[in-house]
């Protein structure tokens, strides 16, 4: 692996807070598939996450829709989980959903169908359907066909905008992906702000935690310089894209992320936990 970037989890402020992890799924903690169905945690990844949630509160907050997202945790204690960038929010054994999502809803099952109709006839377009969004990978597809087709979704989404009477939508941009989220708001930075608040709310005061934000996409890069401007630590894992916060530490992949975090644990690591309930 050679060596790491220096990284070091102690506060940046020195004011003695302890550290809060917000991390990304697909990218951050698993390498990217050209399909998502085959992305799963590692037996010992899996293992490591529970070992995390268990020495200081973890977050997962991920694109993916979620009851698929929690198909793939393993059953450990996280601290709350962000689904569908941000449109479902689990904590303390409550669900939230953020109020723009539930207005986006309402556009997206007859958009749904049209959207799958038109881009899934172009070979190597795979649209996943999610409770307040649309994913639509291109990965697999011909790179001479990209503008072609992105241009036939903006048109499917203009068209049912104007067909709707406007259910709120917009077309952001992914690794090899393209989402059809709610036009405002509803994003993985305003994930961290809620669970942050939520733990300085808690007994331990407004000065207990700093956050540590890893991601590695478009989606994520907000949500990372917000916990650098939070007095935190941002992890971009991959190249680094033009808008990161130059004091973002940068890693290479998923391995070196986990080899990082490794770092917060104890050596030798304790006996595998019990399972536990996931929230």
Not at 4 to 16: A, Q, T, V, Y
Not at 38 to 48: C, G, I, K, N, Q
Not at 164 to 180: N, Q
Not at 223 to 230: D, F, G, I, Q, Y
């Amino acid at each position: 692996m050679g060596d790491l970037p220096r990284l070091s989890f102690r506060d940046p402020l020195e004011l003695g807070r302890r550290p809060a992890l917000f991390l990304d799924f697909d990218g951050t903690l698993v390498p990217i598939s050209s399909r998502p169905s085959d992305v799963h945690l590692s037996e010992e990844h899996a293992r490591l996450l529970g070992l995390l949630a268990g020495t200081c509160p973890t977050f997962v907050i991920s694109g993916r829709g979620e009851a698929d997202l929690l198909a793939r945790l393993p059953a450990v204690a996280l601290a709350g989980v962000s689904a569908d960038h941000g449109a479902v929010r689990i904590l303390a054994g409550e669900r939230h959903l953020h109020p723009e999502a539930e207005r986006a809803r309402e556009g997206l099952p007859d958009l749904s169908v049209r959207v799958r109709e038109e881009m899934e006839a172009i070979p190597g377009v795979l649209v996943e359907g999610k409770e307040f969004s649309l994913s639509i990978h291109y990965r697999l597809m011909a790179p001479e066909q990209i503008g072609e087709a992105r241009e036939r979704l903006e048109r499917i989404l203009a068209e049912s905008v104007g067909r709707e009477g406007g259910p709120g939508l917009r077309i952001s941009e992914g690794k090899k992906v393209w989402e059809i989220r709610p036009a405002r708001g509803v994003t993985k930075e305003e994930s961290l702000d809620f669970f942050l608040d939520w733990l300085s709310a808690g007994a331990m005061g407004s000065d207990a935690y700093f956050p540590v934000m890893a991601g590695d996409d478009t989606t994520d890069l907000a949500a990372v310089n917000r916990a650098r401007a939070r007095g935190g630590i941002g992890i971009w894992v991959g190249s680094p894209p033009p808008g990161l916060d130059p004091g973002a530490t940068v890693l290479a992949s998923p391995e070196e992320l986990w080899a990082a975090l490794r770092t917060l644990l104890p050596d030798p690591l304790p006996a595998s936990p019990g399972r536990g309930g996931r929230l």
